[in-house]
């Protein structure tokens, strides 16, 4: 059975620091390439500007209904790295197992049959074109019905790495991302027997590359390759104290998961306002959702990076190392993000260029964009490490508070003044991105610096000890 990394709760902090985060930033851009090479091959192959933003609205629609069941995940991954940090490897064990179980229910017969039929309702709301909902409600659908091993690899990823094990995870997206490519190539373009399907085909390559590396994943455990375990006996119903646990810590992060994502979706609303809006809408999905996932899925896995380390260091006894921890992320953070806003700022429209957005429209509001973007990256960057860190120790509840403030009272209250003031443009939607990522960078880092933690354990019967 494989042992527990020492190294996280002990010796050089940015030794530990970087141990687990290269493999946790790596796999989340390695992650991110799928989206690209399907806009890549959607650009040039269907060559609308309308499917583009077919994928990015479909997309993130799909996402403010992951991250909502994501609420789980954190709260399980906050557990899995403090019963680390004490190396219970028994509480880790049933904390995964029941986690499992309840995602597989909602899944199932909650998340598949309600976003089948809503989907064209939830298109509505953001007010897509008939051009792009023409695109958009195939891809929509299908991902809400065959979506469920991208649920279970979001899990799976999240208790790998918060046992201290970031490097399987890594291996199996490589893997995933592989196949990705592959099946979406032949389901887009049309290869062989394979019909041309355009978006519909990026989203079915989305849904079936996880499933591989699941199989992969669950023969490692049952082998004992891995830190984490699943008991012997398989229980029907799930645990109330282990979801009880789960939920009230997950919850917070969840809804402030889906914060972020209504805020983008209303963001799309009032793109779609905009005389050229399908062309903001393709610019906006191609720079904000493609070209600067660049930036936000590194921040994201230095935030999961950070929520390991705080966590397993506060299940050692050691809260001040684990804020050390966080700082040296948020700096390595910001080092990556200055480094792709520079390419940004300076090349624009080169970076187009890859997705064949020859329109003039789209060309202006994309490089408008990346170059708002060059800054708000450094911002975001250093946010989301201290977002988690105050994960990590189990302070889920500021970082929610934060999002409502900067995405909806910040980001859309820019917005709607713009509106009221017959000034909305899409250079004002844009300026409005880059308060929202400095206002939510300055709140949480105050927050984090204040914050005096005690070395708590969370315990799954509902308790906390000293």
Known sequence: ????????????????????????????????????????????YVAHHEANAAI????????????????????????????????????????????????????????????????????????????VQEYALPYLRIMFLFGAPLSFNFLMGTAMQSSGDPKTPLKLAILSTILNVIISAILITG??????????????????????????????????????????????IPDPAVIRSVTRIGIPTGINGVVLNIGGIWLYRFIGTLESGSAAMA????????????????????????????????????????????????????????????????VPEVFLGIFNLDDPHVVTFGSALL????????????????TGGLIGAGDTQKPMWIAI???IFVLLGVCQIYAWLGML????????????HFSRY??????????KWKPIVLDIRGSQRA
Request: aromatic share 10%; net charge positive.
């Open 191 to 236: 290869v062989g027997p394979f019909p041309a399907m355009g978006p519909s085909g990026a989203a079915l390559g989305t849904c079936l590359a996880p499933i591989p590396g699941l199989m992969i994943a669950y023969i490692l455990i049952r082998r004992g390759k891995l830190i984490l375990q699943l008991p012997d006996k398989w229980p029907l």
């Open 1 to 44: 059975m494989k042992p527990f990394d020492e190294e996280l709760v002990s010796g050089s902090i940015v030794h530990s620091v970087w141990k687990l985060s290269w493999p946790i930033v790596l796999m989340n851009l390695i992650n991110g390439i799928h989206g690209l090479v399907d806009q890549v091959l959607v650009g040039h």
């Open 371 to 386: 170059r708002y973007l060059a800054f708000s990256g450094v911002f975001l960057s250093a946010a989301l490490a201290f």
């Open 56 to 131: 990015g609205v479909a997309w993130n629609l799909f996402l403010l209904v992951v991250v909502s069941l994501a609420s789980l995940f954190h709260g399980m991954g906050v557990l899995i790295a403090q019963y680390a940090g004490r190396q219970d490897r028994e509480s880790i064990e049933h904390v995964l197992y029941h986690t499992l179980l309840s995602t597989f229910y909602l899944v199932i017969f909650v998340m598949a049959p309600l976003g089948y039929l809503l989907s064209p309702s939830l298109l509505s709301l953001v007010r897509a074109t008939p051009e």
């Open 425 to 436: 443009t899409a250079s004002a939607i844009w300026q409005a991105i880059l308060i929202s």
């Open 283 to 346: 610019a906006y999905t191609v720079c904000y959702a493609q070209l600067f996932s660049f930036v936000t899925w590194a921040s994201l896995g230095l935030r999961g990076a950070s929520a390991t380390l705080m966590g397993q260091n506060i299940g050692a006894g050691k809260t001040e190392r684990g804020k050390r921890g966080v700082h040296v992320a948020a700096a390595m953070g910001v080092s990556w993000a200055c480094a792709w806003g520079l390419a940004a700022w300076s």
């Open 405 to 407: 403030v900067t995405q």
């Open 442 to 451: 300055l709140l949480t880092h105050i927050v984090f610096r204040r914050a």
